[in-house]
């Protein structure tokens, strides 16, 4: 994929909740609740062409009410801006 995010934004790849339990119980679509975790596919630039301290891989958190989703390959990818990014999680 070559998608380079325009201005403050960043492009992730959501990390998609368990669908099953520890104990084998299947949990609804439904019922799930939506991780705010992801990890970067690709990321854009600071108003001035400085780049954004961000690189891809990077697993982050983010939150936020608003974003753009897209699909591709039968993957979801989603939009964030930059603000939204609320930390990289370090292994």
Request: a negative charge; hydrophobic letters at 35%.
């Amino acid at each position: 994929m070559n998608i380079k995010p325009v201005g403050e934004r960043v492009l992730i790849k959501p990390i998609k909740e368990e669908e099953v339990t520890s104990g084998g119980i299947y949990i609804p679509e439904s019922a799930q609740k939506e991780k705010k975790e992801g990890n970067i596919v690709a990321v854009g630039t600071y108003e001035d062409g400085k780049e954004l301290p961000l690189k891809e891989g990077d697993h982050i958190i983010y939150g936020g009410f608003q974003s753009d989703e897209m699909e591709m390959d039968g993957e979801k990818y989603l939009f964030i801006d930059f603000k939204d990014v609320l930390a990289i999680v370090e292994e």
